[in-house]
C-alpha cells in the first residue's frame, strides 16, 4: 500500500497538536490547533425573547476572520468562506441543541439570557472551522453568567462578589471533524493544513459528539462521495471527537483547580517560559520621588501663558460662543435650512452684560445682510451670484413666489453670502 | 479656539463655554468627585465631536484634531498645590511578551501587562493597494480589533492615536509604495490598554523588522480624587481616577510621541504625570531590550 507522509511530517488520519489556554475572565480562551489559533469570548446580555419563542434564551455565534489571520482577509467583507463557517458553526452548536436554551430563560415572554460568542481568527492556517468550534464549546463550558433570582415581579441581578455566578448548562459538545479529499475522493486526510487546503478537491465537516451522535454534516467542493466513504469518515470522527473532548475536560478541570487553589491563571501562565522569543518581568516599582520638582522646574522655565481674554456669548442656555466670529468664506453649505431660522425671527439669545451691545447688532445684522437669490430651472445647474443686492427681502419674497408658481419640480435653489459688519 | 472663528459663527457649531466656569468653580468647591468626573468626560467628548465636526466641514488633517484634542484638556489653569499625599511607592504590573508567535504575519507579539493582554500583527512591506498607494512612503495603517462585537467609535480614535504614533518613528520613506498593516487584537482589557496596545504594535514591528528611527512605548497615568497618582493603572483605579493621561514616548530621546487624556488636571498635574511616564518608560525600554537580548544573544 501507498504510505503518506504529509508536507508537515503527519500520518494521513493524524490531528495536529491542540492547545487550549484560558484567560483571566470567564468564557475567554484561545484553542490552537497547530498554527491555527482562534479566540473565543463568550459574553451574556438581558434581553426581552423572540415572539415565537418566549421561554427560550438565545444563543448567537459570531466568526471573524481577522485580517491578523492573513492578509487576504479583508476587514469588514462578508466574505463567502465566513458566510459558509457562520453558518456551520450555527448548525454544529446552536441547532444540535447542545446548550439548554429553557434554562436562559428568567422571566418568561420579558426575559431571556442571550449568550454571545464571538471567535476571532488569529492565525489562519488551515481547517478553520474545527478550530472554531473547539474555541466556541470550550468558551461556552468555561463561561460564567451572573446569578439572578425572581421573587413575584423583581428580578435581582447578584455581581460576582455577592453570589457565585453560574455555569450554562450543556447536554453535550459537538466538536467538527474535518476530511479533505483528493483525487476525486481516492486520497482522504484528516485536519488540512492550509497548504493541503488550497489543493484539495472537496471537504466533507462531520459534527459530532462524543457519544457518537451526529450533529450536522457537510460536504462541499462538489465530489462525489460513496457511502462507504461517509461511513468510514464517520467512524474516523468518532474516535477524533472522543480525543478532542477528553482534552477539552482536562483543560476545564486544570483551569478549575488552579483557580479553587488560588493559584495563578491566564494567558501570562500559557506562555512558554523556555522559549527564546517570550520573555516576562516582575512587577517593577517605579521612583517617582523626583517627578514634583520636575514638573515644578518645566512650568518655572515656561513662558507664562497669555492671558486669555474670552467674553462667552450665551446665545441659549447651554450653548455659548467664545470671541465674535469672522466672515465665512467657505459659502453656505447648509443654506435652506438656516434661511428658515432667520427669517422666524425667533432669535432668543441670552447675552452677557459685558458684551450686549457687541452681539445685539450682530443679531440685527443677520436678517437684512442676506445676500442675493438666485433661481435655477434645473437641479443641475447652480448659479451663485455674489454682489450683495440693494435690497434682498423685498426680491426672496418675490422669487419664492414664481418658484412656488412654476411647479413642485422646479426647487429653487438659494445661495447667499453673509457678511457681518465688523463691531 | 481659533476654528470657532473659521466657522463662521453659525449658531449650531458653537461650542460650550460653559465648561470654562463650571471646571473653574468645580475645582475650588471641590464638589463630588464624581460630578466632577462626568463633567471632564464631557469637555473630552464634546472637544472630539466639535473637531470631528470641523473636520468634515474643512478637511484638515488629523494634526488639527489633536490640537484641538490638547488645546480642550488643558482646563484648570492653577497651579498644582492640592497635589496632596502620593502613595510612596509607584509600581508597574508584571510584564510578559512574546515574539513571532503567528506565523502568518510577518511580524507578531503578544503583550501582556498585569491581566490586560493585547496581540499584535504585523504586514510590510508588503504591496498596496492603488487608492492607497503614497508615492513616497509607505502607508501605514492600524487596525484594532475589540473582543466582542464590532469595532465602533472609541477603536477607531485608538486606531488613530496608535498610527500617528506608529508614523512618527516608522521609516516609511525607506519604503515608498507599500503598506505596512499593524492588526490589534484585544484579549482582555483590565486598564491600561491603550498603553499596551502601544508596547504589542511596537514589538510586533520590531518582530517584522520594519525600520524605525526609535522604539516607543506607551505608559497610562491616572491621577486620584485626592491628586495621587498611579502608574499603570487596572481597570478599576481607571475607573475610579479623575484623570487618566496616556503617554507614548520615544526611546531616544524619551520626547512625546502621543498624549491623550480624559478627565480634569493641573498644569503641574500633567507636568508630573509626563516626568513619571518618562521614568517608566525606561523600565518599559529596558524590559524590551532585556526580551530582545534575549532572543538575538548567542549564548
Redesign the interface.
Known sequence: TLCLQRLDGRQTYDYRNIKISF???YG?C?VELG?T?V?G?V?CELVSPKLNRATEGILFFNL?L??????AFE?GRQSDLLVKLNRLLERCLRNSKCIDTESLCVVAGEKVWQI?V?L?L????GNIIDAASIAAIVALCHFRRPDVSVQGDEVTLYTPEERDPVPLSIHHMPICVSFAFFQQGTYLLVDPNEREERVMDGLLVIAMNKHREICTIQSSGGIMLLKDQVLRCSKIAGVKVLEITELIQKALENDQKVRKEGGKF???ES??NQ??????????????S???E???E??SEAEP?LEVV?K?V??TP???????????S?GD?EDSE?ED?DEGGS?EAIILDSIKTDTGVEISNIGSQDAPIVLSDSEEEEMIILEPDKNPKKIRTQTIHATQEKGPSKKPVKKRK?K?TAN | MAFLDSLGGSRRDQIVSKRRDTCGRGSRRAPHPSWRLLIGYAVCTQARASGRKRQSLLHVGSPAMEESMQTETKVRPESGAESGPRSPSCTLRHFACEQNLLSRPDGSASFLQGDTSVLAGVYGPAEVKVRKEIFNKATLEVILRPKIGLPGVAEKSRERLIRNTCEAVVLGALHPRTSITVVLQVISDAGSLLACCLNAACMALVDAGVPMRALFCGVTCALDSDGTFMLDPTAKQEKEARAVLTFALDSVERKLLMSTTKGLYSDAELQQCLAAAQTASQHVFRFYRESLQRRYSKS
Do not use: Y
Open positions: 484567560g483571566t475572565d475567554c484561545i498554527k489559533r479566540l469570548q459574553s471573524e481577522s485580517q491578523m489571520a492573513a492578509p476587514p454571545r464571538d476571532h488569529l492565525n489562519h492556517d491566564g494567558f501570562a506562555i512558554a522559549r527564546i522569543t517570550a520573555f516576562k518581568m516582575e512587577k517593577a516599582p517605579i521612583d517617582t523626583d517627578v514634583e520636575k514638573a515644578e518645566i512650568i501663558p474670552s462667552p450665551l446665545w447651554g450653548t455659548a460662543q467664545i470671541g465674535e466670529g469672522i466672515e465665512n467657505w453649505l438656516k431660522e432669535d453673509k457681518r
